[in-house]
């Protein structure tokens, strides 16, 4: 039973722009805090943004000023805008409903120079 689905990676070139899309059921989204987090390979997971119900964000610093994290409750979707995308950014990216511990199936966001 899939919980979160996510959508929207891909490849693209250094300074470009993806959005990221993860799509909750109704009753998940409305109790949880929402987080993106990403993994590259050989390192390990990564917290990289979260939202609360209240819509209160947080970022971990190297992406603050270059990523958001809204969410729509009318569609139940949380999204990761990305912005000015650097290569260090490569990595798996998972979304996490932070009350329940449920996670999406990654996707995978590849910046090339």
């Known amino acids: 039973q899939v919980q979160l689905a996510e959508s929207g990676g891909g490849l693209v070139q250094l300074g470009g722009s993806l959005r990221l899309s993860c799509a909750a059921s109704?009753?998940?989204?409305?109790?949880?805090?929402m987080a993106w987090y990403r993994q590259a390979p050989g390192k390990q997971r990564e917290l990289v943004a979260t939202i609360t119900v209240g819509g209160t964000t947080t970022y971990t610093d190297s992406v603050k000023g270059r990523f958001t994290i809204p969410r729509d409750n009318a569609k139940n979707t949380v999204y990761l805008q990305m912005n000015n995308l650097k290569p260090e950014d490569t990595a798996v990216y998972y979304c996490?409903?932070?009350?329940?511990?449920?996670w999406g199936q990654g996707t995978q966001v590849t910046v090339s120079s």
């Open positions: 109704g009753s998940i989204f409305r109790l949880n805090a």
């Open positions: 996490n409903a932070v009350t329940n511990n449920y």
